[in-house]
């Protein structure tokens, strides 16, 4: 077992680490073109997944009790590949404990978890410039897309 998988693990959330993984989303949002930091509709939104496991799972990177890091997995079914499918969102990482492998292990278990529930794909989105983000998921294989992605708000 690495240092790292002994230091920290991945588990999925629970309802007493909603404040931080809302904290974490203000984070990430708050350095993203197509979103902002609102609390209210983050703590919402992640509730809604904790309360229904089939849309999505939420899973979160420890360091004792501590939450340092966050991963999302919305679930769907692509008509296209006739499986299960998921989209991986709002990855982020603690200010200062980035730079240490610590975004690798998390996609590392949540792609694992992906693979032992038969998902047949996992798609992501990431700001057009973030090319550091790119590179990082490219070293897992993720690869362009010629799909090009279109928003309608609703609400």
Not at 6 to 25: I, R, T, Y
């Amino acid at each position: 077992m690495s240092d790292l998988a002994q230091e920290f693990q991945v588990s999925p959330a629970s309802n007493a680490d909603l404040p931080a993984m809302v904290a974490l989303l203000g984070a990430l949002f708050a350095q993203e073109h197509d979103f902002r930091p609102q609390p209210e509709k983050q703590q919402r939104g992640l509730q809604m997944l904790l309360d229904n496991p089939a849309a999505g799972r939420l899973f979160v990177l420890r360091q004792g009790g501590e939450v340092r890091g966050m991963v999302n997995l919305l679930l769907t079914v692509s008509t296209a590949e006739g499986a299960p499918v998921g989209i991986l969102e709002d990855l982020i990482i603690q200010a200062d404990y980035r730079g240490r492998g610590l975004a690798r292990l998390l996609v590392t278990e949540v792609l694992a978890w992906a693979r032992r529930e038969g998902l047949a794909r996992v798609t992501l989105l990431t700001d057009h410039d973030n090319l550091r983000a790119q590179h990082f998921y490219a070293s897992f294989g993720f690869a362009p897309s010629a799909m090009r992605v279109m928003r309608l708000g609703l609400q």
